[in-house]
């Protein structure tokens, strides 16, 4: 099954979210849980950097709520909120 999750950093968390940005994606990387994409979700300037959307394969979603809140992220406590919710892929365009 695949879920999405949504997160918005804190306002003004791009120092933050930089300084466990190495760990963060080390994590990610090394994770069982299968990352199909994931990405930062930025402000209306197209740069500043104010969440994180993931795409991720999992057997269940209780795989996906601990995976994430043991990401370098969650524990520096980066993210305001997290949403995650199952996701059904109907079109791909590829």
């Keep these: 099954m695949h879920y999405i999750v949504h997160c918005l950093d804190h306002p003004g968390g791009v120092e933050k979210r930089l300084s466990h940005y190495d760990a963060h994606k ?40 601990a995976f994430n809140k043991a990401d370098p992220f969650s524990a520096a406590g980066v993210w305001a909120s997290v949403n995650i919710h199952p996701f059904s892929k109907r079109v791909d365009n590829r």
């Design 26 to 65: 080390a994590y990610l990387a090394a994770g069982k849980t299968k990352t199909i994409i994931s990405g930062p979700l930025l402000a209306d300037d197209n740069e500043t950097m104010i969440g994180s959307l993931f795409l991720f394969e999992a057997d269940t979603k209780e795989e996906v709520v």
